[in-house]
């Protein structure tokens, strides 16, 4: 029998993170695969955002390992791991004040050192890719939200990252507008890259997912293929699915 060895690219191991004497996050291990989707999911307050977060130290974590692209997290690689991981958060984060190209271009050059001819074509290709080439020159207010947030993959995007990181990319949006940007993850899930998300879109998960991790009071409950959303095999977590809908 041949096996693949399918090579690890985000790697953690017995994760904890508390904010003053409370642990939020409470020993989570869990290995990615290079061009794996992951969907987390779990109630608000299970400490999802805080465990993405605290993957490149957003939130510093008090025990445990990460390593990211090789690179075990710590003070002397927080830079380049930084550099090689997209995040995307519920809240857009846009500058109002540059113009949408701007707004990606201009971390490219003062962060990443990417000369600014560069940093332009980059960015252009980047809002290719999320369909809003012609909004270029726009200032973030002067687009819906979904569309901002598409700004915000975009610019994600741009830094060519190895991980993507998204934490509820379209929880803040107007029903009408989840669907677009959707639409835009599940085109960048095709061309490999791999991908952390913090959903609760069933069907997304089920179109887009490799896997399926459910958080409850700081722990992974249980984990498994997208079947676990048809079959769930916890009470807790079948509970969950069931107030989804
Ligand atoms: P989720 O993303 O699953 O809703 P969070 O990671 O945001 O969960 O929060 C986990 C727990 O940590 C919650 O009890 C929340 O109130 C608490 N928490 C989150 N952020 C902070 C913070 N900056 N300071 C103190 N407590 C926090
Ligand atoms: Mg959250």
């Known amino acids: 029998m041949v096996v693949w060895a399918v090579a690890t690219i985000v790697s953690v191991e017995n994760l904890y993170v508390a904010y003053g004497s409370q642990d939020v996050v409470k020993g989570v291990s869990l290995r ?68 949408v190209i701007q707004n990606i271009a201009l971390p490219l050059v003062k962060i990443h050192n990417v000369p ?30 979904g569309q901002q947030q598409r700004v915000a993959i975009a610019r994600a995007l741009a830094k060519n990252p190895r991980v993507l990181m998204l934490d509820e990319p379209t929880s803040a949006l107007d029903p009408e507008l ?17 991908m952390l998300i913090v ?22 409950v249980e984990e498994g293929p997208v079947d676990i959303l048809y079959n769930p095999k916890t009470e807790r ?4 699915l069931k107030r989804l809908h």
């Open 32 to 99: 990615v695969s290079q061009g794996e989707k992951i969907v987390i999911m779990g109630p608000s307050g299970s400490g999802k955002s805080t465990f993405l977060r605290s993957l490149i130290w957003l939130v510093k974590p008090r025990e445990g390992r990460v390593v990211i692209d090789g690179l075990e997290v710590g003070p002397g690689t927080l830079r380049e791991v930084r550099m090689r991981v997209g995040f995307v958060f519920q809240h857009y984060n846009l500058f109002p004040h540059l113009k």
């Open 116 to 145: 600014p001819q560069e940093a332009l074509v980059r960015a252009r290709e980047a809002l290719r890719l999320v369909g809003l080439e012609d909004k270029a020159d726009a200032y973030p207010l002067q687009l819906s939200g």
């Open 178 to 194: 989840v669907e677009e940007v959707l639409q835009v993850l599940e085109d960048i899930a095709r061309r490999g890259t791999t």
């Open 199 to 220: 959903t609760h879109e069933v069907d997304f998960a089920l179109d887009v997912a490799d896997r399926v991790v459910f958080f409850e009071g700081g722990k992974i």
């Open 237 to 240: 977590f079948r509970q969950f």
